[in-house]
């Protein structure tokens, strides 16, 4: 284990379900990201929290949202997705500091199916 | 964008050979990283080379940074079945944001 757990692992949902993606460090890190993985794509940075501060990625739907309720948890609540939405979904964590400087230690992924 | 690009796409070699891998990016950047990837996993960062560097080494791994050229290259050296794997190049750029982006990637198959 890499000290990033993601839950679940696998999910299926439908376009009018509403669900969400749960991630959890215990690494001692400030800093928790939200990575979208579709096939013969980069990885898309979707969502960032920094000491506690969010920063959001403009071009990401609103049908994604993410919530960070202290600095081990990070969530991703989905709703109302589109078939094109089915991705691996990567949580990751690293240590605050401007500019970067640290490795990222990323989670296992959550594999989403949206049918 | 800051994302890099990764060269070549794919790359099969015999076990024992060595593989390079190269990225290149678009703008100016603090430092490069190299992850690698499992079929379906989530990625597991290899070694992080600073603007300031030319070259760093980890165990059978050799990262080049030509700053000048916007490029890094990866060389696993000795190379096993298990080093099968999908290879990214990541990097932070100037800006004093801490948001990491990637290339591509290069899937590696290692035949035994």
């Known amino acids: 284990e890499t000290g990033v757990t993601q839950t679940p692992r696998h999910l299926v949902m439908g376009m009018t379900n509403k669900k969400s993606l749960k991630c959890e460090q215990h690494l001692g890190h400030n800093a928790m990201y939200w990575y979208k993985q579709s096939a013969k794509k980069p990885l898309e940075l979707m969502f960032v929290?920094?000491?506690?501060?969010?920063?959001e990625n403009n071009s990401v739907p609103s049908r994604f949202s993410p919530e960070c309720p202290n600095s081990s948890h990070l969530f991703l609540h989905l709703h109302t997705l589109q078939p094109e939405d089915s991705a691996l979904y990567l949580c990751?964590?690293?240590?605050?500091?401007?500019?970067?400087?640290?490795?990222?230690?990323f989670g296992s992924g959550t594999r989403l199916t949206v049918v | 964008s800051q994302q890099g690009e990764e060269d070549p796409q794919a790359l099969s070699i015999q076990e024992g050979e060595n593989a390079t891998m190269n990225c290149s990016y678009k703008?100016?950047?603090?430092?490069l990283q190299w992850y690698r990837q499992n079929s379906g996993r989530g990625l597991v960062h290899l070694i992080l080379?600073?603007?300031?560097?030319r070259e760093k080494h980890s165990g059978r791994l050799r990262v080049t940074l030509d700053t000048s050229k916007k490029s890094s290259s990866l060389l696993i050296t000795a190379s096993r079945a298990a080093d099968t794997a999908s290879y990214f190049c990541a990097s932070h750029d100037q800006t004093g944001a801490n948001n990491l982006f990637f290339g591509t990637g290069t899937r590696l198959t290692v035949i035994p």
């Open positions: 990751a964590s690293s240590p605050y500091q401007r500019g970067g400087g640290y490795g990222y230690t």
């Open positions: 929290y920094s000491l506690e501060e969010r920063v």
């Open positions: 703008t100016s950047i603090n430092n």
């Open positions: 080379i600073r603007s300031n560097e």
